[in-house]
């Protein structure tokens, strides 16, 4: 609650979605319309997960005038964020929760894969489980496909469920085109894809384009590649070259 009083003053407090969004730790969360949170049919259900649900909605629609004892106004503060969060899982795999969450993921608001192979590519919220309380949110590389926790703990207790399983592969599957690359530097853009059948109709992305061969770390001794891994690895990567060709053929042949 601390946050409240330092950003009274700024133009940004008045609205409660406005306040919220510039707090410290919500860096991940965009704004939701104003229509989609006035549309019931948008929030159906979440009255039986919100306590105290209509006094959490009106303060989050700014449509408050009664003053609460501080106690009260804490709780429901709580209960605010928590029908917020809900609404934002909901929002987000909308089209237009999607466009605002793309502009996020330009901006890298999610931060970047640890990953040395990555090159920096820009992460994606993601949760573990749609059920609120149960697993903070992960963050989703979408160039080695895995999962990293949030560098900060501000961002790591944040809960999964206000993001949703669903999210970043919604996204991928609107913006075909801002899959990342699996070679070269990051391409956050979507541009300069050279893949002309990717461009315009959103959808013919071409899955030998898409299994081009990504990076991998091959542990060496001595400048040797001597572990079993080692075997494996040329055995996968055999075997992928192998199914990309087929794959080309099969798509030369369309
Ligand atoms: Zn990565």
């Known amino acids: 609650m601390d946050e409240l009083s330092t950003?009274?003053?700024?133009?940004?407090?008045?609205?409660?979605?406005?306040?919220?969004?510039?707090?410290?730790?919500?860096?991940?969360?965009?704004?939701?319309?104003?229509?989609?949170?006035?549309?019931?049919?948008?929030?159906?259900?979440?009255?039986?997960?919100?306590?105290?649900?209509?006094?959490?909605?009106?303060?989050?629609?700014?449509?408050?005038?009664?003053?609460?004892?501080?106690?009260?106004?804490a709780s429901l503060e709580v209960q605010a964020r928590f029908l917020y969060g809900l609404i934002h899982a909901r929002w987000i795999i909308t089209s237009r929760g999607l466009a605002k969450m793309l502009e996020k993921y330009k901006k890298a608001d999610f931060g970047r894969c640890p990953r040395v192979l990555c090159q920096q590519q820009p992460l994606l919220p993601v949760g573990l489980t749609d059920v609120p309380y149960e697993k903070s949110v992960k963050l989703?590389?979408?160039?080695?496909?895995d999962l990293y926790s949030p560098k900060s703990s501000r961002h790591g207790s944040i809960d999964g469920a206000y993001f949703g399983t669903s999210f970043p592969h919604m996204l991928f599957l609107v913006y075909p085109h801002m899959?990342?690359?699996?070679?070269?530097?990051?391409?956050?853009?979507?541009?300069?894809?050279?893949?002309?059948?990717?461009?315009?109709?959103?959808?013919?992305?071409?899955?030998?384009?898409?299994?081009?061969?990504?990076?991998?770390?091959?542990?060496?001794?001595?400048?040797?590649?001597?572990?079993?891994?080692?075997?494996?690895?040329?055995?996968?990567?055999?075997?992928?070259?192998?199914?990309?060709?087929?794959?080309?053929?099969?798509?030369?042949?369309?």
């Open 7 to 73: 950003g009274s003053d700024s133009a940004y407090s008045n609205s409660w979605i406005s306040w919220f969004l510039s707090s410290k730790g919500n860096e991940y969360f965009c704004e939701i319309d104003d229509d989609y949170i006035l549309d019931r049919f948008n929030l159906t259900g979440l009255n039986t997960e919100v306590q105290n649900y209509s006094q959490a909605f009106d303060l989050i629609t700014d449509n408050f005038d009664e003053e609460f004892p501080e106690e009260v106004r």
């Open 140 to 145: 989703y590389c979408g160039r080695c496909e």
């Open 179 to 254: 899959i990342p690359p699996k070679v070269g530097p990051p391409d956050v853009a979507g541009a300069g894809r050279g893949r002309p059948e990717a461009e315009g109709v959103g959808e013919g992305v071409s899955t030998a384009a898409a299994a081009l061969k990504a990076e991998r770390y091959r542990p060496r001794i001595f400048g040797f590649q001597v572990h079993e891994i080692a075997k494996l690895q040329r055995w996968q990567e055999a075997h992928r070259d192998r199914q990309v060709a087929h794959l080309e053929a099969l798509e030369q042949e369309q």
